[in-house]
């Protein structure tokens, strides 16, 4: 087991990417708090499962963008585990208009969640992981479309362009007692890149790299035991990019 005796907070944890890691990073012996948003809680299909690690698991209530969540959600992780090994900024929106059709509310809600949430959640808990024993990890989940860009989605492109920003800032200045890395995923098989609702265009969009498919959960979370295990020991600041060659740096 690459994650054993470790305790991992994942935000958005209750279904796609941010589950997945959840379920894998249990697999790999570590401890999870799933944070999760009240209107989209975890299904009756996955709390069962969770139930076979419920020594290792804690479920809490989490809205990035409210201050006191986040405090709480902290707290609770401590008071339960003792320490964050590793801390996943995984809670994100996304917001498909073009800029013109772009409210200034629906921009700040989208950075409320996907930047500030990240930024705020890594404020609280970076002070424990400094005064740990062990080192430990942040790892931001941002997207290919930092690199590429994509027409009606500037507010989430700059958003996750930002997270790689933090990404490195933050190498240079918590490194070596914290490793801060991102992922930075291709198009994958999400309730929020469902390629079953998708319409032709769209499909064919993202479709248009040299994999020709849609990638995994199973796939980021794989990457994310690895940036969380000590086989990544000498990596810091570096965003890897599970995203089928969408995106070649």
Not at 7 to 13: E, K, M, P
Not at 195 to 217: S, V
Request: with cysteine; proline share 4%.
């Amino acid at each position: 087991m690459k994650l054993k005796n470790k305790t991992a907070l994942v935000t958005g944890a209750s279904r796609g990417i941010g589950l997945s890691i959840a379920k894998r990073f249990l697999s790999e012996g570590s401890n999870v708090v799933l944070s999760y948003l009240a209107k989209d809680p975890l299904s009756t299909e996955d709390l069962g499962i969770l139930q076979r690690y419920k020594e290792q698991c804690l479920i809490v209530e989490c809205d990035v963008r409210i201050n006191q969540h986040i405090e709480r959600c902290v707290e609770q992780t401590l008071s339960r585990f003792s320490s964050i090994d590793t801390l996943i900024n995984n809670a994100g929106v996304a917001h498909n208009a073009p800029l013109t059709e772009t409210t200034m509310d629906q921009f700040d809600d989208l950075m409320s969640v996907n930047l500030r949430g990240a930024f705020n959640m890594s404020r609280c808990a970076i002070p424990s992981m400094l005064e740990a024993t062990v080192s430990s990890s942040i790892i931001n989940i941002s997207s290919e479309l930092a690199y590429l860009g994509r027409a009606k989605n500037s507010a989430y492109c700059a958003s996750k362009a930002a997270l790689i920003g933090l990404t490195r800032s933050w190498a240079r200045e918590f490194s070596p007692k914290i490793r801060v890395n991102a992922i930075a995923p291709g198009p994958t098989s999400t309730r929020m890149c469902d390629p079953n609702i998708m319409h032709e265009e769209e499909l064919a969009m993202e479709l248009n790299n040299p994999m020709k498919r849609f990638g995994r959960c199973s796939e980021i979370a794989a990457t994310a035991v690895f940036l969380a295990s000590d086989e990544s020991s000498y990596f810091t600041g570096q965003c890897l990019g599970p995203n089928g060659g969408a995106a070649m740096y």
